[in-house]
């Protein structure tokens, strides 16, 4: 079955940046839609990004746009969140999912994805 390992996650100042990857194993990634999201301490679960399987289509939460870019490395395996100008607000657990849907319909939504990751923390101060 499918698996989702995160990593990559820590503290940085505001403005800073960091890198996460999330490393899958045990099925077809590259047949794969692959999502982010994060969950901050008493909010909900919320859409990070999200890429298609050639890495042709990528959808961004608005509060992300122009700071945080999604990338996929198909021969590694791997899905990527390049995150700059990191804010305090980005503060969260950060999950990579998976769908096996084949069509990008609800991408950004995470009842659609149907493996998750265990998170990763990411912490920016102020």
């Known amino acids: 079955q499918v698996q989702l390992v995160e990593s990559g996650g820590g503290l940085a100042q505001a403005g800073g940046s960091l890198r996460l990857s999330c490393a899958a194993s045990?099925?077809?990634?590259?047949?794969?839609?692959m999502g982010w999201f994060r969950q901050a301490p008493g909010k909900e679960r919320e859409f990070v990004g999200a890429i298609g399987r050639s890495g042709g289509s990528i959808y961004y939460a608005d509060s992300v746009k122009g700071r945080f870019t999604i990338s996929r490395d198909n021969a590694k395996n791997t899905l990527y969140l390049q995150m700059n100008s990191l804010k305090p607000e980005d503060t969260a657990v950060y999950y990579c999912?998976?769908?096996?849907?084949?069509?990008?319909?609800?991408?950004?939504?995470?009842?659609?994805?149907?493996?998750w990751g265990q998170g990763t923390q990411v912490t920016v101060s102020s």
């Open positions: 045990g099925g077809t990634f590259s047949t794969n839609i």
């Open positions: 999912a998976l769908r096996t849907s084949l069509t990008l319909a609800a991408v950004r939504s995470s009842g659609s994805y149907n493996y």
